[in-house]
């Protein structure tokens, strides 16, 4: 659809209309040569002589391509534009972070897989995550790994495809064998306070317990709460292990408390996956739309118009008088030919 930005411009195309009309025509002052026999030189030649100026008219050609010239370049000013389509956008309405253990005790082969075969806890971990991040639309996602330590996969993003593909890389100790669950919820914390989200979420996955981070569990939290992030724990190990393997469920439940989430434990892919599921049930949001006008400016075209048409016309006059010069030329050459 075209549209023009500042329509109101057109009001502007009579106003050579009204310059003519209103405006006195051009003079010139010039001095002349007074002669005594003036008045017997008129006479002779038979003319009357008259005082003021003489105008010209314009040719009617002329005029048109004037106001023509004017009505383009006026066009141009007004800035038309192509409207296209609504485009509308789904904007970002938190933030949500996901932290993933991969410290050694994720490689035991304790859980099924969709089609029912026995895998290791980080592929079903893997495969639960990609069914959840599919529906994360409306949000900005971010991946943290950690192990023996934490460090950012994926900062907040809304490119969800290119966080699966992150996730499909992530491989058990390549953060190290152990699990530093505080200095996890630590650099999370640094991250959201690059956030300018009202809702900010961390979901924790871990099946190990915390073995020496340089801020405790429990601290973190306190600290993570004091920022207005809501920390989830989902925990898939055993809480009858022994050393690093046993899963610590009381702090997990703890640093979920202190911050408002929530705790689940999943023994299976099931498990893990009705975790998730109610995680998407609790952590409802407004999704935030914008929708825009594509617009596209058109003002080169009258202005290219009105340049064409000026080459066009004042190459035609100048090819039309250098025709005439020739042809008077010509004349004037075969009439002293025939004179002499």
């Given at each position: 659809?075209?549209q023009?930005?500042?329509?109101?411009?057109?009001?502007?195309?009579?106003?050579?209309?009204?310059?003519k009309r209103?405006?006195?025509?051009?003079?010139q002052?010039?001095?002349?040569i007074r002669?005594p026999?003036?008045?017997?030189l008129?006479?002779?030649?038979?003319?009357?002589?008259?005082?003021?100026a003489?105008?010209?008219?314009?040719?009617?050609?002329?005029?048109?391509?004037?106001?023509?010239?004017?009505?383009?370049?006026?066009?141009?000013?007004?800035?038309?534009q192509?409207?296209?389509?609504?485009v509308?956008?789904t904007?970002?309405?938190?933030?949500?972070?996901l932290?993933?253990?991969?410290?050694?005790?994720?490689?035991?082969?304790?859980?099924?897989?969709?089609?029912?075969?026995?895998?290791?806890?980080?592929t079903?971990?893997?495969?639960v995550?990609?069914e959840f991040l599919?529906?994360?639309?409306?949000d900005?996602?971010?991946?943290?790994?950690?192990?023996?330590?934490?460090?950012?996969?994926?900062?907040?993003?809304?490119?969800?495809?290119?966080?699966?593909?992150l996730?499909?890389?992530?491989?058990v100790?390549?953060?190290?064998?152990?699990t530093?669950?505080?200095?996890?919820i630590?650099?999370?914390?640094?991250?959201?306070?690059?956030?300018?989200?009202k809702?900010?979420?961390?979901?924790?996955?871990?099946?190990?317990n915390d073995?020496?981070?340089?801020?405790?569990?429990?601290?973190a939290a306190?600290?993570?709460?004091?920022?207005?992030?809501?920390?989830?724990t989902?925990?898939?190990?055993?809480?009858?292990?022994?050393?690093?393997?046993?899963l610590?469920?009381?702090?997990?439940?703890?640093?979920?408390?202190?911050?408002?989430?929530?705790?689940?434990?999943?023994d299976?892919?099931?498990g893990?996956?009705?975790?998730?599921?109610?995680?998407d049930?609790?952590?409802?949001r407004?999704?935030?739309?914008?929708?825009?006008?594509?617009?596209?400016d058109?003002?080169?075209?009258?202005?290219?118009?009105l340049?064409?048409?000026?080459?066009?016309?004042?190459?035609t006059?100048?090819?039309?008088?250098?025709?005439?010069?020739?042809?008077?030329?010509?004349?004037?050459?075969k009439?002293?030919?025939?004179?002499?």
């Open positions: 659809m075209l023009f930005h500042t329509p109101i411009l057109f009001a502007l195309l009579p106003l050579p209309l009204l310059l209103f405006l006195p025509a051009y003079s002052r010039e001095q002349g002669i026999f003036f008045d017997e008129v006479k002779k030649t038979g003319l009357t002589a008259s005082s003021g003489v105008v010209h008219g314009m040719p009617l050609i002329h005029t048109i391509l004037v106001f023509g010239a004017w009505a383009l370049l006026v066009t141009a000013l007004a800035r038309p192509w409207v296209e389509e609504a509308t956008k904007v970002p309405s938190r933030d949500l972070l932290a993933v253990d991969l410290s050694g005790s994720m490689e035991t082969t304790d859980f099924k897989n969709r089609e029912g075969k026995v895998v290791d806890r980080l079903a971990v893997k495969e995550l990609h599919k529906e994360r639309e409306g900005r996602v971010g991946l943290i790994f950690f192990g023996s330590a934490a460090f950012i996969q994926a900062p907040f993003t809304e490119d969800l495809e290119t966080c699966r593909i996730l499909d890389e992530a491989q100790r390549m953060a190290g064998p152990q530093m669950l505080g200095d996890a630590g650099l999370a914390i640094t991250q959201f306070e690059r956030s300018d989200m809702e900010r979420v961390l979901i924790i996955l871990t099946d190990g073995t020496g981070s340089l801020v405790p569990p429990d601290k306190d600290i993570a709460k004091d920022n207005g992030v809501t920390i989830h989902v925990a898939v190990g055993d809480p009858r292990a022994a050393g690093e393997e046993k610590d469920e009381a702090t997990l439940k703890a640093v979920a408390a202190t911050t408002g989430g929530a705790f689940f434990h999943a299976d892919r099931d893990l996956s009705d975790v998730y599921k109610r995680l049930e609790m952590s409802t407004d999704l935030e739309t914008i929708s825009h006008r594509p617009r596209t058109l003002f080169h075209w009258p202005l290219g118009v340049l064409v048409v000026s080459f066009l016309y004042h190459g006059s100048a090819l039309l008088s250098r025709t005439a010069r020739a042809t008077r030329h010509s004349r004037e050459s009439t002293e030919a025939a004179h002499t």
